[in-house]
């Protein structure tokens, strides 16, 4: 196993446009015939989430990596790594914990800085609504706090997903995210709001292929009347399942946001992003 995935982490950033969308494809009907293939809950995108939830009593194992670079005046990038553990506490219900880690880099006019810090640890509740496989549309609700000592978030999510036949599934998110971050005595306060959406297209029992956008907007309090960022992403993903273990990664660059350096907000947002998540499940 160990000898397949480092095979997995060379050839991913060599084609990330040929296999980036296959988790979506793990969610069409039970009737077809790729699903004896694939594992327990697959994710066919890494910035979106799909309806469905881990079987009751299962488990898995995820690993994320996301990857971030390009900030205005200066050479930055940051590895963000997050250790999840899920498990399915009932049929349309699954709970999951995190361990966060950043590690940055930045090199500007001022000094080169390089820190590695534990983001703290986070928890997650998903209930599943309505199935997509048995009802025209897929609807869950996602709660997720997170706690880093000094600073505390708090992220809701309603998840819309559909399927279109047995090769096509679209996936529609609403995140609303708040942070409080103490400061000398004062509590600093963030809200950003984000739209995701992705489409998969299944190649066969194992490969998927799809497109991935995101926009994000952050603002200053807990409001919205003082914007101080906004960003538009748009790329490609690809996916491998099988029955134990699968892998998604997506490469997602910035296209447009406000306010602006030659057309794109590197203030608030990188450049570009790439994510790559793996599960297993046992």
């Known amino acids: 196993m160990k000898c397949r995935f480092s095979r997995l982490f060379r050839c991913l950033p060599l084609a990330p446009t040929v296999r980036a969308c ?3 494809a793990a969610l069409l ?5 790729w699903l004896s293939s694939a594992a327990a809950d697959e994710r066919l995108f890494t910035y979106s989430q799909d309806a469905d939830v881990l079987p009751k009593g299962k488990w898995e194992f995820e690993q994320w990596i996301t990857h971030r670079r390009g900030k205005a005046g200066e050479s930055f990038s940051a590895w963000d790594l997050r250790e999840e553990i899920e498990y399915g506490l009932l049929d349309n219900l699954k709970a999951a914990g995190y361990l966060n880690f950043r590690q940055t880099d930045s090199s500007s006019s001022s000094g080169d800085s390089s820190q590695f810090k534990f983001r ?3 928890g997650e509740l998903k209930y ?9 549309i897929g609807v869950a609700l996602y709660l997720e706090p997170t706690y880093m000592g000094n600073q505390v978030e708090l992220e809701e999510k309603l998840i819309l997903q559909k399927n ?8 529609f998110n609403t995140t609303l995210e708040q942070e409080w971050k103490k400061k000398s005595g004062a509590t600093a306060k963030e809200m950003s709001l984000e739209f995701t959406t992705g489409l998969a297209y299944r190649l066969n029992s194992h490969w998927s292929v799809g497109l991935e956008g995101r926009h994000r907007k952050i603002f200053d309090e807990l409001g919205f009347n003082h914007q101080v960022g906004s ?10 399942g099988s029955s134990k ?4 990664f997506t490469v997602l660059p910035q296209v447009s946001g406000t306010p602006a350096t030659n057309g794109l907000d590197l203030g608030e947002h990188e450049k570009i992003e790439f994510r790559l998540l793996i599960g297993w499940n046992f």
């Open 231 to 240: 960003a538009w992403f748009v790329g490609p993903n690809v996916h491998y």
């Open 164 to 171: 279109f036949g047995d090769k096509w599934v679209g996936v």
């Open 120 to 122: 703290g640890i986070s």
């Open 22 to 24: 296959a988790l979506l």
């Open 29 to 33: 009907a039970p009737t077809s015939p």
């Open 245 to 248: 273990w699968w892998a998604t």
């Open 128 to 136: 599943r609504l309505l199935n997509p496989e048995t009802q025209p």
